[in-house]
């Protein structure tokens, strides 16, 4: 199961070790700490998923992909809560999806009174709620920006 403390620990770490390769295996398992004090760029490997298709678009193209749009962060967002909570339950899945929000959503102007609200929300009907407002507000923005 991707995201286990087996695939983690060990497998990862036998792969490594056979292919003499630097490996990164990045499941909700892992934190800063679980890294050696000179990785690279370890804060965009832990806290922004589009991390490595920019990477990998970048190496393709020789070019800088777009930034993530405001619906596909906020789609990361719902996704990674939804699965946080069935792994882990209502009130673990919405305490621990908090720490993330401030990445996927970094660089937006006029977006701290949003990023507050979605770290101090205690449940996931109003984290779902104020995605789909936020949702409703950034479409024309982002519409307008497009055209």
């Not at 199961?1 to 990862?12: E, L, R």
């Not at 965009?44 to 990477?55: A, D, K, M, Q, T």
């Not at 993330?100 to 709620?129: G, W």
């Amino acid at each position: 199961m991707p995201g286990s403390d087996h695939n983690t620990k060990d497998i990862t770490r036998f792969i490594a070790r056979e292919s003499r390769s630097f490996v990164v295996s990045v499941s909700c398992l892992m934190k800063k700490s679980n890294f050696p004090a000179n990785t690279p760029y370890i804060e965009e490997i832990l806290g922004y998923p589009w991390f490595f298709s920019e990477v990998k678009h970048f190496f393709k193209h020789k070019a800088h992909k777009e930034q993530p749009s405001i619906s596909e962060r906020i789609d990361m967002a719902e996704r990674h809560l939804k699965m946080s909570i069935d792994w882990k339950g209502e009130k673990l899945g919405v305490l621990e999806t908090r720490r993330h929000y401030s990445n996927y959503f970094k660089n937006i102007p006029d977006f701290k009174q949003y990023r507050s609200q979605m770290v101090t929300l205690d449940y996931s009907e109003e984290l779902f709620e104020l995605f789909q407002k936020l949702r409703v507000k950034f479409f024309e923005t982002e519409a307008l920006t497009a055209s």
